[in-house]
């Protein structure tokens, strides 16, 4: 299983950024997938997650209303689209999967600072 991330970067507060997740090595159409972030001193939270072909969508209180999360089967990518950015979302955000075990990516650092 292998899963890259991308998209991070240094955006201004209000900004907009989308984050993508290269999935390979699994079935990818065959699983749910997430994106989790974690704050330097804080722990890991789920974000956001998507069922296996999208139709169920569930977000973390802190991001409902500004984050979307997508997929597309055909290109083994999930994406997280960001709006409205705010300094509380600075983090590393990474993609996750559960098969037997838990997999992640090694995350993309998002930095919001004007």
């Known amino acids: 299983v292998q899963l890259v991330e991308s998209g991070g970067g240094l955006v201004q507060p209000g900004g907009s950024l989308r984050l993508s997740c290269a999935a390979s090595?699994?079935?990818?159409?065959?699983?749910?997938m997430a994106w989790y972030r974690q704050a330097p001193g804080k722990e890991r939270e789920m974000v956001a997650s998507?069922?296996?072909?999208?139709?169920?969508?569930n977000y973390a209180d802190p991001v409902k209303g500004r984050f979307t999360i997508t997929r597309d089967n055909a290109k083994n990518t999930v994406y997280l689209q960001m709006n409205s950015l705010k300094s509380d979302d600075t983090a590393t955000y990474y993609c996750?999967?559960?098969?037997?075990?838990?997999?992640w990516g090694r995350g993309t650092q998002v930095t919001i600072s004007s």
């Open positions: 996750f999967v559960k098969r037997i075990w838990n997999y």
């Open positions: 090595g699994f079935p990818f159409s065959s699983y749910d």
């Open positions: 998507i069922s296996k072909i999208g139709e169920i969508t």
